[in-house]
């Protein structure tokens, strides 16, 4: 499977980028519990892996990792204390919350090029479901682009396999059983290509989740260990 084109064209502006990976991260050292830039950079390295593993080129799927960091970016503008909830959200959090897809794309509205338009396709539509019961627009299929649809993926097994204030963490067999109930439906909530990728690589997906975590926790410790001297 070969993505529609080339993402190997351009990095887009990388100060205003690196100023953003920043942001996420200082919420991790603000917020520990909500590990928003944890949950990017293993959101980045998995699609790094679906992108191997649906044929892009090493150049590429590290491209579409890198953009992958982005796709929550609208978060940084919604107050932690609705995005840390432990309980059910109403109405209005709920909204909030899916309002980050909107929220991102606009943050990445200045830049140019065509990695700073493929981190705003993934930031806006990494919700979009590939039959069409996603938001913000209820896209379906290819109407969403190739890199949101892997990324859709990527998104929901760190979401599954994480602890988050409102669930525990899931095995990793436990969170393929759940993606592939997505997909149960003709046609299901992910591109059939995406999944037959994931389910075809899965144990590197798990070799690449359970590295990324392993290296946030040391992250982490090491963190404490200098801010406590
Ligand atoms: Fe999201
Ligand atoms: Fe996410």
């Not at 996420?24 to 980045?44: K, N, Q």
Request: glycine share 12%; charged share 25%; hydrophobic share 35%.
């Amino acid at each position: 499977m070969k993505p529609d084109k080339s993402l190997n064209d351009g990095h887009g502006n990388e100060m205003a980028l690196a100023e953003l990976r920043r942001s996420l991260s200082c919420v991790d050292l603000a917020c520990p519990g909500l590990d928003l830039y944890g949950h990017s950079t293993r959101v980045g390295d998995l699609a790094t892996g679906l992108g191997r593993a649906m044929g892009l080129g090493e150049r590429d799927a590290q491209l579409l990792g890198e953009a992958a960091c982005f796709h929550d970016v609208g978060k940084l503008f919604i107050p932690v204390s609705t995005l840390g909830k432990p309980g059910p959200l109403a109405f209005d959090e709920r909204s909030l919350i899916e309002s980050h897809c909107d929220l991102g794309y606009n943050a990445l509205a200045n830049e140019t090029g065509a990695f700073a338009e493929m981190a705003r396709n993934i930031a806006r539509l990494h919700h979009e479901r590939y039959d069409g019961k996603g938001y913000p627009g209820r896209l379906g299929g290819t109407d969403i682009p190739f890199e949101a649809r892997i990324v859709a993926v990527a998104d929901v097994y760190d979401a599954l396999r994480s602890v988050r204030s409102y669930k525990a963490q899931q095995s990793h067999e436990d969170t393929v059983g759940q993606i592939v109930k997505e997909c149960r439906g003709d046609p299901g909530g992910f591109d059939p290509l995406v999944m037959e990728a994931f389910l075809d690589t899965q144990a590197d997906i798990r070799a690449i989740w359970d590295r990324a975590m392993l290296s946030r926790i040391a992250a982490t410790m090491k963190g404490c260990r200098e801010r406590t001297g």
